[in-house]
Each structure stands twice: as structure tokens, then as C-alpha cells.
């Protein structure tokens, strides 16, 4: 009931293609989804949060998708660039319980130039 | 605007002693959360505290392992007479009341010999 399942957990894109990390999770009280970058040897960074009431939200070349009836949600990297390669997480929480975040276990993100 | 301080950011400890980690909070962020991280793998929650308050310490080892959020002063993980097995890097997240959208500091990378 608190999981959130992230997939793949591995990715290779090409330069300039589009970068997808899909996510699920089953407790219909999550309200707040943000997504993690993490690069090695450094703290997970905040890149980009969506809530229930909006299906897709862009910050520049980063989209998260979210389809609340399937509950799922995902993360795709326009135009994929090598820095973008880095370990991304997805979390989801319950905004009303002030509780924790409950994270994804993380996709492995490699762009080849 | 300071981030999520955690130091030291690199702690070696010989087997049997005493490692402290600590963090100082966003300002104005009264919630604290610490993982644990092995290399290649995700974030393993620990605990979650609010100033002189354990939330949920669901994540905590029951023995040599303690965390405290003092009213004054940084969040403490204390764990006592560390073993191989502890070596990780520590990372220390903190949000304001109410919201859980979670901010990280740089991690302690604690090496035990």
C-alpha cells in the first residue's frame, strides 16, 4: 500500500533522444509526487513535483506526467543531454499526514553522446 | 540562503567507536528525515523527526543506532560502536511543517576500518 515501484531501473538514451522513467504506486491519499536527481557523490536535488489536480507539468526540457485513474506517473528528459546522466528517484506523500516521503527505488540514467 | 548543512562530510571511524553525524536544517524547516544510502543502491529511510520529537524511527536499526532534533542546535545520528557493515553515506533531508517536499544536504560519508 506505501510502495511506489520505479522502472527501469536502468536506462541508456543517445544523445538528444527522450529519456522516460515511469513510476506506480497504489495509496490513493499520496497528493504530492516529486521527482529526485541524484549525482554521484552528491545529495538527492528537488527537480520537478507535480500534485493530483493537473495531469502534466514542464520545466524546461523536464515533463512529468501523471494519470491519477492508473496511478502512475513519469518523468520525461526532452532532447537528453550527457549531463542529464545521473540516478533519479520518484516519491510520492500524503500532504495532509505531514509524513514522510515514500521513494521510488531509483533509475540509472546514462546518455551517450 | 543556505541549504540543508551536514558535516563532517567525510568520517572515518575504527571499529567500536562512537560516529556522530550532524545536520542543521533549511531555515525555517522544522522537519528532519535521515537515509542511508550503499553505493549503487536507493535511499533507505531511517527516521523522521520534528524539533524534540521522534515522528517515526521505523527505519532505525533497534540497537547502537539513536537520532535526536534538539530545540536548539543541529539533528544528531549517533551511532555507537560502528561495525563494517555501518559504512554508508548518510544523508539528511529537511521540509517545512506541513509540506513534503524535502530538501537534501551533501551527505556524511562515513568509512569504518
Known amino acids: 500500500q506505501q510502495q511506489v515501484k520505479q522502472s527501469p531501473q536502468s536506462l541508456i538514451v543517445q544523445k538528444g533522444g527522450i529519456s522516460i522513467i515511469n513510476c506506480a504506486y497504489e495509496?490513493?491519499?499520496?497528493?504530492?509526487f516529486p521527482w529526485y536527481q541524484q549525482f554521484p557523490g552528491k545529495g538527492p536535488a528537488l527537480l520537478i513535483a507535480i500534485r493530483p489536480d493537473v495531469s502534466e507539468k514542464k520545466e524546461g526540457r523536464f515533463t512529468i506526467s501523471f494519470n491519477k485513474s492508473a496511478k502512475q506517473f513519469s518523468l520525461h528528459i526532452m532532447d537528453s543531454q550527457p549531463g542529464d546522466s545521473a540516478t533519479y528517484f520518484c516519491?510520492?506523500?500524503?500532504?495532509?499526514?505531514?509524513?514522510?516521503?515514500?521513494w521510488g527505488a531509483g533509475t540509472k540514467l546514462i546518455i551517450k553522446p | 540562503n543556505a541549504g540543508v548543512m551536514q558535516n563532517p562530510r567525510h568520517l572515518v571511524r575504527r571499529r567500536g567507536q562512537e560516529a556522530r553525524l550532524r545536520c542543521s536544517p533549511m531555515k525555517g524547516h522544522s522537519h528532519v528525515y535521515w537515509y542511508r544510502q550503499l553505493p549503487e543502491e536507493g535511499l533507505k529511510f531511517m527516521v523522521y523527526l520534528q524539533k524534540e520529537n521522534i515522528i517515526d524511527e521505523s527505519g532505525m536499526p533497534k540497537e547502537r543506532f539513536s537520532a535526536e532534533f534538539p530545540k536548539e542546535g543541529p539533528s544528531i545520528l549517533r551511532i555507537q560502536q560502528v561495525v563494517r557493515g555501518d559504512s554508508a553515506a548518510y544523508f539528511c533531508?529537511?521540509?517545512?511543517?506541513?509540506?513534503?517536499?524535502?530538501?537534501f544536504g551533501q551527505g556524511t560519508r562515513l568509512t569504518v576500518v
Open positions: 495509496n490513493t491519499a499520496f497528493d504530492y
Open positions: 516519491a510520492a506523500t500524503d500532504m495532509d499526514s505531514n509524513y514522510q516521503l515514500i
Open positions: 533531508a529537511s521540509s517545512r511543517e506541513g509540506v513534503g517536499e524535502a530538501f
